[in-house]
């Protein structure tokens, strides 16, 4: 219990707080044995400026190098 307690008491001083995941892509990549892995950087907490939100990320497993995905966009006609 005081580790978790410990935990609570950095994330409410802290300025940021990213996580780091990997949904069905990444799960699947890792059950294939792949070099390159889909995952999620997320801004939990973000004291430093007013972005919150998700980035696409490729980790290369080998490497271990991350590489942000840029997003598609499409527009309407």
């Not at 080998?62 to 995905?69: D, L, P, S």
């Amino acid at each position: 219990m005081h580790d978790i307690n410990e935990t609570g008491k950095y994330a409410y001083n802290a300025n940021l707080i990213l996580s780091i995941y990997y949904e069905k892509e990444g799960e699947k990549a890792l059950e294939e044995n792949k070099d390159i892995i889909p995952v999620k950087l997320s801004f939990a907490k973000n004291k430093l400026s007013g972005y919150r939100g998700i980035i696409d990320m490729n980790l290369y497993k080998y490497k271990n190098i991350f590489e942000v995905v840029e997003r598609k966009v499409s527009t309407l006609k």
